[in-house]
C-alpha cells in the first residue's frame, strides 16, 4: 500500500516539475513566473484543485512520442479568488514551448465547460508557442473548440486572460474574445504574424515587443486592457478585477463591507467645474469622490483618454462608471472613445452591472479623420449600447452636453432611469458661439450685436433648467451631495426590471 501511496507523490512530483528544472530555470531568468507560480498567486492559499494532471498527449509524428510529459503543457482546475470560486487554466512553457496539442485543448475544454455549468469566471493564463507543431490538424482542431467555447461562455461567466509570454497566430484569438486582457511590459506580446513574417510581406523592420507588446496593445490597439510591471504585479491587479465581477450573469454584484459613508458630502466638487466653460479639470477627481474609499479599477486607461471607464462601489456593491474627460480632446466623443465605452457598457449590461454615467462631452470630434474612419459607425455602437442596456442607469451631467453626444450618454430618452444635472450643465444643439455663427450669419461682420447674442444664447441654453423644465432632468443637484444622491439612486433601482422585445440576438453596428 505504502509503494502505491509513493508511487503517487512520485508521478505527481514529476508532473509539478513540467518541462524540467533547466527550463524552469530559464523561465525565471527571464524574468516571468512558471505556470504554477502564477496559480498559487491567483488563487487563495492551499484552494487550487487540479485536474488531469496526468493526460498525456497522443502525438506520433516528429519523433514527439518519445516524450510524453504528464499535464501536457497546462495546468488546469479550480480554487478561490477572496473565497470566490474561480476557474484557471494556465500554460507552461516549460513543456514544449506551451504548445497547444489536442490533449491540451481538451484539457482547458474541460474547464470551460464546468465554469459554464457551475457559474463562475475564466481565468486563463496565456504562455505558448502556439499550435503543436507536430500535431498539425489536430491543435488546430483544439484550438477551434476553445474559440467556441469562448463564444458560448461569453455574457455568461466573466473570462479574464492573462497574456505572460508569447501569444501569436491563431491563438490570439482566444483571448480576443475574452472579457479583459492583462498584459506584461517586456516579456509578453501577441500578434497575428510574427515580425519576421511582417518584414517580409511588408518591409516593415519592427521588433516583437514594438509589434504586439503590452505597451502596443493598451495603448495602439486596444486590444488588451492594462500593462503591468511584472507576472506578480498582473495576478494582484486580475484578483482586484475578479473582486469586483459577478460570478455569472446568474448571479448578482458582489457586495462587500463598506466603511465609507454613503452620505458623504465633498464641498470640494462645488468648485470643480472652472469658471471658463473651456478651461479643462480632471473627471477622475469626480469618480473617486463619488466612489466607495475612492477605489477606481479603470479599464482602458491608457486608450482614448478622453473617456474613462471602469469599476466603483456604491454601499459596497459594484458599479460601471463611463465618463468623458475634459482634460483629452475636450471630452469629445471620436472613434475610439466610443468603441471603448460601447464595450464596457455591453459588459456592463451583460453581468448586470448598473452604470453610472458622468457627462461632460461637447459633442463628436469633427474632421475627416474620423468620417473616412467610419464614426458614423462607432458612435453608434456607444448609443446602441445605452440604448439595449437594461440595468439601472444614472446620469449626472456636470458641464456640457451638447448635440447627439447628449442623447448618447445615457439621457433620459435611452431609458436613463435617474438623470441628474449640477447647476453647471449646459444641455444645448451647440455651444453658444457655434450656435449664433450659423444663426446670425448675417450680423457677421457686427461683434458687438454677436457678443450679445452670445451672452442672450448662453442665458437661455447655458443651464440645465430647460431640460429639467422638460423632465428630461429629473432633478438639478449640489455638486457636493452628488455621491449621496447618486448612491440613492442605484439603491431605489435595485428592484428594477426590465426586458428588451425578444430577439435572437441584435444587429449591432459592428
Ligand atoms: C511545438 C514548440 C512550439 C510549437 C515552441 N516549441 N513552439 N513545440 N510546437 N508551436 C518548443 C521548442 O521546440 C522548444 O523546445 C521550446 O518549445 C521552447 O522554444 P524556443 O524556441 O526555444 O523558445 P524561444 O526562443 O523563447 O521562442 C519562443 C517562440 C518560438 C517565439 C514561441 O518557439 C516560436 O517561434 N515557436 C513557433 C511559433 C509558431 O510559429 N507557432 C505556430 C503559430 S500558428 P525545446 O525542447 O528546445 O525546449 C498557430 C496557429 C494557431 O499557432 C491556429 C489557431 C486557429
Given at each position: 500500500m505504502n509503494d502505491i501511496l509513493a508511487e503517487l507523490e512520485t508521478r505527481r512530483a514529476a508532473a509539478r516539475l513540467g518541462g524540467g528544472q533547466a527550463r524552469i530555470d530559464a523561465q525565471h531568468a527571464r524574468g516571468k513566473l512558471t505556470a504554477r507560480e502564477r496559480i498559487e498567486l491567483l488563487l487563495d492559499e492551499g484552494s487550487f484543485e487540479e485536474f488531469d494532471m496526468f493526460v498525456t498527449h497522443r502525438g506520433t509524428e516528429f519523433g514527439i512520442d518519445a516524450d510524453r510529459p504528464a499535464g501536457d503543457g497546462v495546468v488546469t482546475g479550480w480554487g478561490t479568488v477572496n473565497g470566490r470560486l474561480t476557474y484557471v487554466?494556465?500554460?507552461?512553457?516549460?513543456?514544449?514551448?506551451?504548445?497547444?496539442?489536442?490533449?491540451?485543448?481538451?484539457?482547458?475544454?474541460?474547464?470551460?465547460?464546468?465554469?459554464?455549468?457551475?457559474?463562475?469566471?475564466?481565468?486563463?493564463?496565456?504562455?505558448?508557442?502556439?499550435?503543436?507543431?507536430?500535431?498539425?490538424?489536430?491543435?488546430?482542431?483544439?484550438?477551434?473548440?476553445?474559440?467556441?467555447?469562448?463564444?458560448?461562455?461569453?455574457?455568461?461567466?466573466?473570462?479574464?486572460?492573462?497574456?505572460?509570454?508569447?501569444?501569436?497566430g491563431g491563438a490570439v484569438y482566444s483571448p480576443a474574445m475574452t472579457d479583459f486582457i492583462l498584459m506584461v511590459k517586456d516579456t509578453s506580446y501577441m500578434f497575428v504574424t510574427g515580425p519576421e513574417v511582417v518584414r517580409t510581406v511588408t518591409n516593415e523592420v519592427v521588433t516583437a515587443e514594438e509589434l504586439g507588446g503590452a505597451l502596443t496593445h493598451t495603448r495602439k490597439s486596444s486590444v488588451a486592457d492594462a500593462a503591468f510591471e511584472n507576472d506578480v504585479e498582473a495576478i494582484a491587479e486580475a484578483r482586484r478585477l475578479l473582486d469586483f465581477l459577478p460570478l455569472s450573469n446568474r448571479t448578482p454584484v458582489p457586495t462587500r463591507p463598506f466603511f465609507d459613508d454613503p452620505a458623504r458630502v465633498e464641498t470640494s466638487l462645488d468648485t470643480l467645474i472652472p469658471e471658463n466653460a473651456n478651461t479643462p479639470y480632471d473627471m477622475r477627481e469626480l469618480v473617486a469622490k463619488v466612489a466607495d474609499e475612492g477605489d477606481f479599477y479603470e479599464i482602458q486607461a491608457e486608450f482614448a483618454k478622453n473617456i474613462l471607464t471602469g469599476f466603483i462601489r456604491l454601499e459596497g456593491s459594484t458599479v460601471g462608471v463611463v465618463a468623458n474627460q475634459p482634460t483629452v480632446l475636450a471630452g469629445c466623443l471620436d472613434i475610439d472613445a466610443s468603441r471603448k465605452a460601447a464595450r464596457f457598457v455591453r459588459f456592463c449590461d451583460a453581468f448586470s452591472i448598473p452604470i453610472l454615467t458622468l457627462v461632460d462631452v461637447p459633442g463628436f470630434l469633427p474632421g475627416v479623420t474620423q468620417e473616412y474612419g467610419g464614426i458614423i459607425k462607432h458612435g453608434a455602437k456607444l448609443l446602441f449600447a445605452y440604448a439595449e442596456a437594461t440595468v439601472p442607469k444614472v446620469t449626472v451631467i456636470t458641464r456640457k452636453a451638447y448635440g447627439g453626444a447628449y442623447d448618447v450618454m445615457a439621457s433620459k430618452h435611452l431609458r436613463g432611469d435617474v438623470n441628474y444635472a449640477w447647476p453647471t450643465a449646459e444641455i444645448a444643439v451647440m455651444g453658444a458661439k457655434g450656435a449664433v455663427e450659423i444663426l446670425y450669419r448675417a450680423e457677421r461682420g457686427d461683434a458687438d450685436a454677436l457678443a450679445q447674442r452670445t451672452r442672450d444664447y448662453e442665458d437661455r441654453f447655458a443651464n440645465p433648467f430647460v431640460a429639467a423644465e422638460r423632465g428630461f432632468i429629473d432633478e438639478v443637484i449640489q455638486p457636493r451631495s452628488t455621491r449621496r444622491r447618486v448612491a440613492r439612486a442605484f439603491a431605489m433601482l435595485r428592484g428594477k426590471q426590465l426586458q428588451n422585445p425578444w430577439k435572437k440576438h441584435d444587429n449591432i453596428p459592428l
Open positions: 487554466f494556465s500554460q507552461d512553457f516549460t513543456v514544449f514551448g506551451g504548445s497547444l496539442s489536442e490533449t491540451h485543448a481538451q484539457k482547458i475544454c474541460k474547464i470551460m465547460d464546468m465554469a459554464l455549468r457551475n457559474g463562475a469566471p475564466v481565468v486563463g493564463i496565456n504562455d505558448s508557442g502556439g499550435a503543436r507543431i507536430q500535431e498539425g490538424v489536430s491543435s488546430l482542431a483544439g484550438y477551434a473548440e476553445v474559440f467556441q467555447r469562448n463564444v458560448l461562455a461569453s455574457g455568461v461567466i466573466p473570462q479574464i486572460s492573462l497574456v505572460m509570454g508569447p501569444c501569436a
